[in-house]
C-alpha cells in the first residue's frame, strides 16, 4: 500500500459538524471524508461511532483525525480495526474523563429538548472568548438538529471508559496536537495518550481553545502532514 492511497476520515466532537473541518487542508493526493457518526447509530457510542468513522473509507486503508469525543473514537477504531487504521490525529482529548471539567454537568442538562442557552453555553465553551458568532451559531444549529440524546448517550459512554483497559499499539504512528487554552482538557490530558500510544508526537499550541480546526485549521493540516510523512519514513 501506498501512503498516498490512504483516506482521510475526519471525526469531530460531540454536537460539531463534520462541515467543522472544511477548512483544515488535506493533500490533494489524499481522499478525504468527514463523519456525521451523531446522525447514525443508536445508541451512541464510541464502538458504534468507531464503525462508522471506519466505514466512511470504504474497504481503503486509512488515518483519522479525531476531535475530542472524536479522539476517543478514533482510538476505539484503531484497537477495533488495525488492519485498516493507519495512524490518527489527536485533537484535545485524553485516554479517559477524569480531567474533564465539564462533563458531569453536561450530562445533566442534556435531556431533550435542551433549552437553547444551554446549548450556547456548551458552545461557547467550545472556543476562545471573540470567537466568531458564526462559529456558535453553527454549533447550535447541529446541536439542535441532533438532538441532546446522542450527546448525553456518548458521554455517558465516554466518561464510563478508560481507553487505557484495551492496551496499548506501541506500533501506530500518532500525533496529538492540543490547544493551551483549552478550558475542558489539559496539556496533561494530551500527554496521557502516551499511555495508549507509546510513539505519540505530542504539540500543545498556547494559542488555540478547544476547537483547532476551526481556530488554526492550518495548524491541524500541518499535524496531519507529520503524520503523513512518519508514514512515508
Known amino acids: 500500500m501506498r501512503v498516498d492511497d490512504l483516506v482521510v476520515v475526519f471525526i469531530p466532537g460531540t454536537h460539531l459538524s463534520p462541515a467543522s473541518f472544511a477548512d483544515v487542508p488535506v493533500p490533494s493526493r489524499h481522499e478525504s471524508v468527514a463523519v456525521a457518526w451523531m446522525e447514525q447509530e443508536r445508541p451512541c457510542t464510541l464502538a ?3 464503525r462508522s468513522a471506519v466505514a466512511a473509507a470504504g474497504e481503503e486503508p486509512c488515518v483519522l483525525v479525531g ?7 478514533a482510538a476505539t477504531a484503531a484497537f477495533a480495526f488495525p488492519d485498516q487504521v493507519r495512524g490518527l490525529v489527536l485533537l484535545d482529548s485524553g485516554p479517559d474523563m477524569r480531567g474533564h471539567t465539564s462533563v458531569q ?5 442534556l435531556e431533550d429538548p435542551v433549552p437553547e442557552e444551554v446549548l450556547i453555553r456548551h458552545a461557547l465553551r467550545n472556543v476562545p472568548p471573540g470567537s466568531p458568532q458564526e462559529w456558535i451559531d453553527r454549533m447550535v444549529a447541529y446541536a ?3 438532538g441532546g440524546a446522542p450527546a448525553a448517550e456518548v458521554l455517558a459512554d465516554q466518561a ?3 481507553l487505557r483497559t484495551l492496551g496499548t499499539l506501541p506500533r501506530l504512528p500518532v500525533e496529538v496536537f492540543h490547544g493551551g487554552l483549552d478550558p475542558k482538557r489539559s496539556a496533561d490530558d494530551a500527554a496521557a495518550w502516551r499511555d495508549v500510544f507509546p510513539r505519540a508526537h505530542v504539540v500543545v499550541d498556547e494559542s488555540v481553545g478547544h476547537t483547532p ?4 485549521p492550518t495548524a491541524v493540516g500541518a499535524a496531519l502532514d507529520r503524520l503523513l510523512q512518519r508514514l512515508r519514513a
Not at 67 to 73: E, K
Not at 105 to 109: C, G, H, I, R, V
Request: proline fraction near 0%; glycine fraction near 8%; aromatic fraction near 0%.
Open 67 to 73: 476531535h475530542s469525543t472524536g479522539a476517543a473514537i
Open 48 to 50: 458504534g461511532a468507531a
Open 105 to 109: 454537568s453536561m450530562l445533566q442538562e
Open 213 to 216: 480546526q476551526l481556530e488554526s
Open 144 to 146: 439542535q438538529r441532533v
Open 160 to 162: 464510563a471508559t478508560d
